[in-house]
């Protein structure tokens, strides 16, 4: 599957987790992009069978889909979580990156990251060194 499509499918579970009926003008909104786009991408999507799209009613994602999509949402999280709380990015700079860095297919990545952020989490000394560290260089760059 493309990163585009698995953006549109990102866009749809969010749409799934609010517990929505979600419809194409939705997912427009949310993936802020054209109505042809969406049309197309729920085609792929179905052919995936990761969606059901009941053309000019609703779109269901199917238990494969909400499997895939809770997979990449998840992904998607934690990259965006550790370039917040962490890395200290600003909330579009973090989106951006995490949006490019989530395609990443690699689960030693990813559970790398993870491990990163427990101990962090359970070392909060060291985040708060970690995090004084980078701010100094940040400024040495500046």
Known sequence: MTENLEHYLIAIYKLYLQNKIIQVRDITNEAEVKHSSVISALKRLESYDYIEYIKHSHINLTQKGII?????????????????????????????????????????????????ESFFEENENYKIEFQKHLKSINLKEE
């Open 68 to 116: 895939k999509a809770s997979k990449l949402y998840k992904r998607k999280y934690i990259m965006n979580k550790f370039l917040l709380d962490f890395l200290n990015f600003s909330e579009k700079e973090a989106d951006e990156v995490s949006c490019k860095i989530e395609h990443i297919n690699s689960k030693n990545f990813l559970n790398s990251i993870e491990l990163l």
